[in-house]
């Protein structure tokens, strides 16, 4: 079967927000969208070739080919749709960290499929549901997506084949405060570090704090200490990020809400009020230095994204 040609001459571009998955309890199911945004500008050619230019993150070794992420995930959306491209540009903006638990992957396949959706004949488009569905599969699990594509705090879950999600809306006291170390870490790497089941007290307990998380989160920030404990993936993880669990610990006994980004190795912190973020900040590099641990650590004040992803098509 013959694949229709998408129209040349068409430019959008596509900006996403970086996501924290898990906040500790959630594992796999809750995810924050932060004021930090990797971004991408495609324009389709009749070159018949796609050339990526990447800046910022990656932007010494990441290819520049169809092999690259963001370019194989459009040409793999259109192709979906039946559709291929005479030719594409591609200009990539990292900013999210990579490898670090802040979702650059999960940012790069939403502003993919999101930028092929918009050149895709109108008729042939995805709508909200579908394009979930797609980034997810993609992805592996909607907790990162979900924020990414619709911002603020996404409860996502599984019913049958089908991902879906809904967005909570988050207190306005709720600042989030990251300490992003110089090391990656791998995702894989992370997740085989899990046990295949946990004592039943363990996801009770969990369960409790995940609940109380998301009330913490969306109505009383008082709560995030205690709604942020976590029994299911934190400790177990900790062997492959001594330094993140060293400072993350370091940080609960001083009575900060902090945890794991994803699966790390970035500690967020979810302050309550610009003052605790800002003792927050202090802690991190009295913590920090005092340790001696040669680690260089970038630490940013964030604020929570409430849009999510956003589009934007281009006349030429």
């Known amino acids: 079967m013959t694949e229709a040609m998408v129209a040349s001459g068409q430019e959008v571009s596509v900006e996403v927000p970086a996501t924290s998955a898990n906040l500790g309890p959630g594992f796999d199911s809750l995810g924050l969208a932060v004021t930090l945004y990797d971004s991408i500008r495609v324009r389709t050619t009749e070159t018949g070739t796609t050339t990526v230019t990447v800046t910022g993150e990656g932007e010494e ?3 520049r080919d169809e092999t690259h992420l963001v370019a194989a995930t459009i040409l793999g ?4 749709a039946g559709f291929a491209s005479p ?10 960290p990579h490898g670090r638990g802040l979702g650059s992957s999960a940012a790069a396949i939403v502003s993919s499929v999101l930028a092929a959706n918009a050149i895709l004949p109108e008729s042939a488009r995805m709508d909200a549901r ?3 569905q797609l980034c997810s599969t993609l992805e592996g699990h909607p907790d990162n997506v979900a924020p990414a594509l619709l911002g603020s705090l996404a409860v996502s879950w599984e019913t049958g084949r089908a991902y879906q999600s809904t967005i909570l809306p988050v207190h306005p006291d709720v600042v989030p405060v990251v300490a992003i170390p110089a090391s990656e870490l791998s ?3 992370a997740r085989a570090l899990l046990p295949a089941s946990v ?5 009770s307990s969990n369960a409790g ?3 109380l998380l998301v009330h913490a989160m969306t109505n009383s920030p008082e709560f995030l200490f205690d709604g942020t404990r976590d029994l299911l993936h934190q400790d177990y993880r900790a062997q492959a990020m001594l330094h993140s669990a060293t400072l993350m610990r370091a940080l609960r006994s001083e009575g900060f809400a902090s945890v794991i980004s994803g699966a ?3 500690v967020m912190t979810l302050a309550v009020g610009q003052d605790q973020a800002a003792a927050v900040i202090e802690a991190v590099q009295r913590i920090v230095v005092g340790a001696d641990e040669g680690i260089d650590w970038r630490v940013l004040r964030l604020n929570v994204d409430t849009e999510g992803a956003k589009v934007k098509v281009h006349q030429r």
């Open 87 to 96: 030719g594409l540009e591609i200009e990539t903006r990292n900013v999210i």
């Open 77 to 80: 959306t259109l192709e979906r």
């Open 61 to 63: 070794s990441l290819p």
């Open 209 to 211: 704090r995940a609940a």
């Open 130 to 132: 579908a394009v979930l």
């Open 187 to 189: 995702t894989e790497a």
């Open 264 to 266: 790390g190795p970035t």
């Open 199 to 203: 004592p039943h007290n363990s996801a």
